[in-house]
């Protein structure tokens, strides 16, 4: 599967058909960037190998990321064009990709934004004192802490993003928050009264293990659309788009 945002909601494609699209506007700004904006041939392509590299972020697969990420740059070497890009061009895409997001957070979940609203109405469900300390584990760009900014605007907002990249640019986009470096796994979680996770679901086991661990009573575990299977969940907030927020208070309570 694939997901794409559309309006707020997730669209969700059949495979191979994401890569085919992916490849195919790929090939198109490299087109359009060579021919109409008159870039060089490397500066076109790596513009459209850095689109391909976003996009295939969005594969719910290690190697289905690599396959949208690569079709452009390989269908670009049997063109024939490949004679007039320097071969140093071509370690430039795969260089960005492991610099963006390396290869030791992939176990993890690729870089799934957090749609718009999708946490509208969370303060009414789960009511924060001013000064809550909320922490999003796996930052990325930062679209979770602007909907919690929103949400909790009086609370103290801490993001953590293990891409250096990534981290730089989600802390520019949040001034609000305190946005870091580091792996979500080794962090502490126990000084936290809501810990905002979007993962996958075979790493739930592992967030809920990690929470059961460290979170104090009365704190909170907000899962975007993947719930903890062995924990009956405290509430749930249904999102515009059909999605679902699980959220579990400590003590976590087994189904």
């Given at each position: 599967?694939?997901?794409?945002?559309?309006?707020?909601?997730?669209?969700?494609?059949?495979?191979?058909?994401?890569?085919?699209?992916?490849?195919?506007?790929?090939?198109?700004?490299?087109?359009?960037?060579?021919?109409?904006?008159?870039?060089?041939?490397?500066?076109?392509?790596?513009?459209?190998?850095?689109?391909?590299?976003?996009?295939?972020?969005r594969?719910?697969?290690?190697?289905?990321?690599?396959?949208?990420?690569?079709?452009?740059?390989?269908?670009?070497?049997?063109?024939?064009?490949?004679?007039?890009?320097?071969?140093?061009?071509?370690?430039?895409?795969?260089?960005?990709?492991?610099?963006?997001?390396?290869?030791?957070?992939?176990?993890?979940?690729?870089?799934f934004?957090?749609?718009?609203?999708?946490?509208?109405?969370?303060?009414?469900?789960?009511?924060?004192?001013?000064?809550?300390?909320?922490?999003?584990?796996?930052?990325?760009?930062?679209?979770?802490?602007?909907?919690?900014?929103?949400?909790?605007?009086?609370?103290?907002?801490?993001?953590?993003?293990?891409?250096?990249?990534?981290?730089?640019?989600?802390?520019?986009?949040?001034?609000?928050?305190?946005?870091?470096?580091g792996?979500?796994?080794?962090?502490?979680?126990?000084?936290?009264?809501?810990?905002?996770?979007?993962?996958?679901?075979?790493?739930?086991?592992?967030?809920?293990?990690?929470?059961?661990?460290?979170?104090?009573?009365?704190?909170?575990?907000?899962?975007?659309?993947?719930?903890?299977?062995?924990?009956?969940?405290?509430?749930?907030?249904?999102?515009?788009?059909?999605?679902?927020?699980?959220?579990?208070?400590?003590?976590?309570?087994?189904?």
């Open positions: 599967m694939f997901r794409l945002p559309a309006g707020g909601a997730a669209l969700r494609m059949p495979w191979p058909l994401p890569a085919l699209l992916v490849w195919g506007a790929s090939w198109v700004i490299f087109i359009v960037a060579s021919r109409w904006l008159k870039m060089s041939l490397v500066e076109a392509a790596l513009l459209a190998a850095g689109i391909a590299i976003t996009f295939s972020f594969g719910d697969t290690r190697w289905r990321r690599i396959f949208i990420a690569w079709g452009f740059p390989l269908s670009l070497g049997a063109s024939g064009l490949i004679g007039e890009v320097p071969a140093w061009a071509w370690l430039l895409p795969l260089a960005l990709l492991a610099v963006t997001y390396p290869v030791r957070t992939w176990r993890d979940a690729p870089l934004p957090t749609p718009g609203d999708a946490l509208k109405g969370l303060a009414g469900v789960v009511r924060l004192k001013p000064g809550a300390r909320i922490f999003d584990a796996g930052c990325g760009l930062g679209q979770a802490l602007h909907e919690l900014h929103r949400e909790y605007p009086a609370s103290d907002l801490c993001g953590l993003e293990w891409s250096w990249p990534l981290r730089l640019a989600c802390a520019w986009r949040t001034p609000f928050a305190t946005v870091r470096r792996d979500i796994w080794v962090a502490d979680w126990s000084g936290y009264d809501m810990v905002y996770v979007f993962q996958r679901p075979d790493s739930m086991s592992r967030v809920a293990a990690k929470a059961g661990r460290e979170l104090r009573r009365d704190a909170w575990l907000a899962s975007l659309e993947f719930d903890v299977p062995e924990w009956a969940a405290t509430r749930v907030l249904a999102c515009a788009d059909g999605r679902r927020v699980w959220l579990y208070q400590a003590p976590f309570k087994a189904r």
